[in-house]
């Protein structure tokens, strides 16, 4: 069983930065291989959407909303971090990690293994 904790959101005011982190363990001594990690998020009473992701050999990729203020980076193996700068209020929403083992990147149902959301609130 794969397990994945968010941590390092907050409130921040636009224009601020924050970094989140995304840390896998494994409770079953199984082997953590993910074909990629993706940092998803998801307002109140809208849909979960893709943010950023990052692939083997440090393949990254971006949602067109992040480009350019956001970057992903780690070990997908271990924890993968999401630092965002120039942060906007429609920047506000609970920031999911998630692991897939499938080659669809952008979907969330494609994704198998969640953590619980770290809350980013960006104030004008």
């Known amino acids: 069983q794969v397990q994945l904790v968010e941590s390092g959101g907050g409130l921040v005011q636009a224009g601020e930065s924050l970094r989140l982190s995304c840390t896998a363990s494994?409770?079953?001594?199984?082997?953590?291989?993910?074909?990629?990690v993706a940092w998803f998020r998801q307002a109140p009473g809208k849909e979960r959407l893709f943010v950023a992701g990052?692939?083997?050999?440090?393949?990254q990729y971006y949602s067109d909303s992040v480009r350019g203020r956001f970057t992903i980076s780690g070990d997908i193996a271990n924890t993968v971090l999401l630092q965002m700068n120039s942060l906007k209020p429609e920047d506000t929403a609970v920031y999911y990690c998630?692991?897939?083992?499938?080659?669809?990147?952008?979907?969330?149902?494609?994704?198998?293994?969640w953590g619980q959301g770290t809350q980013v609130t960006v104030s004008s």
């Open positions: 990052l692939r083997r050999r440090d393949y």
């Open positions: 998630a692991h897939t083992s499938s080659s669809e990147l952008y979907r969330a149902s494609a994704y198998e293994i």
């Open positions: 494994s409770t079953s001594g199984r082997t953590i291989n993910p074909s990629a």
